[in-house]
Nanobody, 124 residues
Framework: QVQLVESGGGSVQAGGSLRLSCAASTRTFRSYTMGWFRQAPGKERDFVAAISTSGTSTAYADSVKGRFTISRNNARNTVYLQMNSLKPEDTALYYC?????????????????WGQGTQVTVSS
C-alpha cells in the first residue's frame, strides 16, 4: 500500500506560480511512475503530467506544455509540479498518482494509488 499526500495548493492570481508536492510513503518510490491529474468542478479528471521512475522521461497535457514542469526527488520520495503562468482554467483539484513500473502512462485507469488532492484556484 502506498499513501500519497499532496500539498502546495492555494489561491493565486492569473500569471502567478505555485509548486505542488506529493510525498509518498513507500521505500520503493523509485520503482513508481508518478503522475498528476486534475479535476475541475463538473468535469472529468484529466491528465496533467507524468514522470518516469528515474525522472529522465516526462509527458504533459497540451494545455500545460511550456507552463508546468514535473520533477521528482527519489531520495525524498517526493514528486513536484511547478506551475507557472497560471490561468483561471487551471483551477481544479490536483491529484498525485502512482503506477508501479517504468512506463509513462496518461490514463487514470493505469494508476493504482491516489492522493486526496490539493485545491488550486486561479483568479482573473
Amino acid at each position: 500500500q502506498v499513501q500519497l499526500v499532496e500539498s502546495g495548493g492555494g489561491s493565486v492570481q492569473a500569471g502567478g506560480s505555485l509548486r505542488l508536492s506529493c510525498a509518498a510513503s513507500t521505500r520503493t518510490f523509485r520503482s513508481y511512475t508518478m503522475g498528476w491529474f486534475r479535476q475541475a468542478p463538473g468535469k472529468e479528471r484529466d491528465f496533467v503530467a507524468a514522470i518516469s521512475t528515474s525522472g529522465t522521461s516526462t509527458a504533459y497535457a497540451d494545455s500545460v506544455k511550456g507552463r508546468f514542469t514535473i520533477s521528482r526527488n527519489n531520495a525524498r520520495n517526493t514528486v513536484y509540479l511547478q506551475m507557472n503562468s497560471l490561468k483561471p482554467e487551471d483551477t481544479a483539484l490536483y491529484y498525485c498518482a502512482a503506477d508501479y513500473g517504468d512506463r509513462i502512462v496518461i490514463t487514470q485507469q493505469s494508476y493504482t494509488y491516489w492522493g486526496q488532492g490539493t485545491q488550486v484556484t486561479v483568479s482573473s
